[in-house]
């Protein structure tokens, strides 16, 4: 059985970093900007942005497992040439900026590639300089002297083109992964590895068959585990871990084939066990097969539990609109056809210009700016038409009383723009309407910092 509500509460109460947590990152992330663009330092001259990567542009962060675990956040520091150093200076010259900081001096730690910012409690930020040259993006290793080719921006793009395949579920199913993976210790693979592996199996395809194939949590998490361990066991040696966003690179070095064949062992015993507790329609029995994957703590939440689930999902804002209420529009989403949009983040006046969309970020943008939305792809026939909705969520907007939720028509520029007032998780949706049925429809997340 699937046990819709059982994921949902394992997820909020056990895997997902708590919202505080995440707030504070932002907050810390913020302010490490803000001190990188105007420090008194040569590297305040070259900045260019700051870019999220890793688990928090990707979303993927979990909350501590174990102990001695912790959680981190990487942030890209952009910055401009400079042909007079090496590639071992950036480090170097980064740590040097922070030291010179009464605030920062003395939780930095220069490491290969980055400067770690420690803090109190169980989390850090991993600062790394980051460039165009030649025309391609590197990051440096100090410790080898050399820039290494990359595509961090190129990477976010991707997963989350995948995300949007499965409806968002894609990113909730790797924490899950990454929680087994911290919970169980039964094999290690680093996070960027296991969320490149995961999002890979990913195929729009597969909803011309099925439109269902990525229709819920747990559906997500068995189809993309089986046809991982479809592509594992074709492999027994640890096959070439292209990047997928820089093809010329990839992650063979980051693994081993020993961590591989542990990996591809544990993997195919996960996928049989979660497709058996999927398939079982005894609920108690069900239940016994997700506990031997995820623990005790994969429970019947509570029902005051499930009030606050259901309230912290429910319509919380005052005259929210809805498509086939409010509009008589029905919503049938064909497979044939999709929509996609990209957000970016519009100049302001005495601030740098963000450089690239908004998914190359992560869906991380500061508070105060104004994001362009456009219609970048529609395969819908025309005509068609286009409405918009734009949902604020979590503490701030509440308090202010915005957390919106109307639905306005497209004026017919394909673009809509929107600015970043309140903390917290949000997103805009975009409806294409062919012959008065909602047929395509896309989501971009919006965490404003």
């Given at each position: 059985m699937k046990l819709l509500?059982?994921?949902?509460a394992f997820l909020v109460n056990t895997v997902n970093l708590n919202q505080t947590r995440l707030d504070l990152l932002g907050e810390r992330i913020e302010a490490i900007t803000n001190f990188l663009?105007?420090?008194?330092?040569?590297?305040?001259?070259?900045?260019?942005?700051?870019?999220?990567?890793?688990?928090?542009?990707?979303?993927?962060?979990?909350?501590?497992?174990?102990?001695?675990?912790?959680?981190?956040?990487?942030?890209?520091?952009?910055?401009?040439?400079?042909t007079g150093w090496e590639a071992e200076d950036y480090v170097d010259r980064l740590y040097e900026a922070f030291r010179g900081s009464t605030t920062y001096k003395n939780m930095v730690t220069a490491k290969t590639r980055c400067v770690k910012v420690n803090y109190a409690g169980d989390f850090h930020v991993d600062v790394v300089p980051y460039m165009e040259r030649h025309g391609e993006k590197f990051i440096t290793n100090s410790e080898n002297n050399e820039f290494e080719l990359?595509?961090?921006?190129?990477?976010?793009?991707?997963?989350?083109?995948?995300?949007?395949?499965?409806?968002?579920?894609?990113?909730?199913?790797?924490?899950?992964?990454?929680?087994?993976?911290?919970?169980?210790?039964?094999?290690?693979?680093?996070?960027?590895?296991?969320?490149?592996?995961?999002?890979?199996?990913?195929?729009?395809?597969?909803?011309?068959?099925?439109?269902?194939?990525?229709?819920d949590i747990p559906t997500v998490l068995k189809n993309?585990?089986?046809?991982?361990?479809?592509?594992?066991?074709?492999?027994?040696?640890?096959?070439?871990?292209?990047?997928?966003?820089?093809?010329?690179?990839d992650f063979n070095h980051r693994w081993n084939q020993e961590q591989y064949a542990n990996f591809r062992k544990w993997i195919q015993y996960y996928s049989k066990k979660v497709t058996a507790a999927y398939d079982m329609q005894d609920k108690d029995a069900s239940l016994a097969l997700w506990q031997e994957v995820?623990?005790?703590?994969?429970?019947?939440?509570?029902?005051?539990?499930?009030?606050a689930l259901e309230a912290s999902l429910s319509v919380v804002a005052s005259g929210e609109k809805f498509l086939e209420h409010d509009f008589h529009i029905p919503t049938q989403l064909d497979p044939r056809y999709r929509v996609r949009i990209s957000g970016r983040i519009l100049p302001k006046d005495g601030f740098r210009s963000f450089k690239g969309s908004l998914q190359s970020r992560g869906?991380?943008?500061?508070?105060?700016?104004?994001?362009?939305?456009?219609?970048?792809?529609?395969?819908?026939?025309?005509?068609?038409?286009?409405?918009?909705?734009?949902?604020?969520?979590?503490?701030?907007?509440?308090?202010?009383?915005?957390?919106?939720?109307?639905?306005?028509?497209?004026?017919?520029?394909?673009?809509?723009?929107?600015?970043?007032?309140?903390?917290?998780?949000?997103?805009?949706?975009?409806?294409?309407?062919h012959n008065g049925v909602c047929v395509a429809m896309d989501r971009q997340p919006v965490i404003i910092t």
């Amino acid at each position: 059985m699937k046990l819709l509500k059982y994921f949902d509460a394992f997820l909020v109460n056990t895997v997902n970093l708590n919202q505080t947590r995440l707030d504070l990152l932002g907050e810390r992330i913020e302010a490490i900007t803000n001190f990188l663009q105007s420090c008194d330092h040569e590297l305040a001259g070259m900045f260019v942005q700051t870019v999220p990567q890793g688990s928090y542009a990707h979303r993927t962060i979990i909350k501590p497992v174990g102990p001695n675990d912790g959680f981190d956040a990487d942030l890209l520091l952009e910055v401009t040439e400079d042909t007079g150093w090496e590639a071992e200076d950036y480090v170097d010259r980064l740590y040097e900026a922070f030291r010179g900081s009464t605030t920062y001096k003395n939780m930095v730690t220069a490491k290969t590639r980055c400067v770690k910012v420690n803090y109190a409690g169980d989390f850090h930020v991993d600062v790394v300089p980051y460039m165009e040259r030649h025309g391609e993006k590197f990051i440096t290793n100090s410790e080898n002297n050399e820039f290494e080719l990359t595509n961090p921006e190129g990477f976010n793009s991707w997963l989350d083109e995948k995300n949007r395949t499965t409806g968002g579920r894609l990113v909730k199913v790797i924490r899950l992964m990454k929680y087994l993976r911290d919970y169980k210790n039964t094999f290690s693979v680093k996070s960027f590895i296991l969320t490149m592996l995961m999002a890979d199996r990913v195929n729009s395809a597969k909803l011309l068959d099925d439109d269902k194939h990525y229709q819920d949590i747990p559906t997500v998490l068995k189809n993309v585990l089986a046809a991982l361990h479809e592509y594992l066991d074709a492999n027994p040696t640890m096959p070439l871990l292209a990047d997928p966003s820089c093809p010329t690179e990839d992650f063979n070095h980051r693994w081993n084939q020993e961590q591989y064949a542990n990996f591809r062992k544990w993997i195919q015993y996960y996928s049989k066990k979660v497709t058996a507790a999927y398939d079982m329609q005894d609920k108690d029995a069900s239940l016994a097969l997700w506990q031997e994957v995820f623990g005790d703590d994969f429970k019947a939440p509570t029902a005051t539990a499930v009030a606050a689930l259901e309230a912290s999902l429910s319509v919380v804002a005052s005259g929210e609109k809805f498509l086939e209420h409010d509009f008589h529009i029905p919503t049938q989403l064909d497979p044939r056809y999709r929509v996609r949009i990209s957000g970016r983040i519009l100049p302001k006046d005495g601030f740098r210009s963000f450089k690239g969309s908004l998914q190359s970020r992560g869906g991380v943008v500061g508070k105060q700016r104004v994001i362009r939305f456009e219609v970048t792809n529609c395969t819908v026939p025309q005509p068609y038409e286009i409405y918009w909705k734009i949902k604020n969520r979590g503490e701030a907007a509440k308090r202010a009383n915005c957390m919106r939720g109307e639905i306005v028509r497209d004026d017919g520029s394909g673009r809509r723009d929107e600015p970043t007032m309140y903390p917290g998780n949000h997103y805009l949706e975009c409806y294409v309407v062919h012959n008065g049925v909602c047929v395509a429809m896309d989501r971009q997340p919006v965490i404003i910092t």
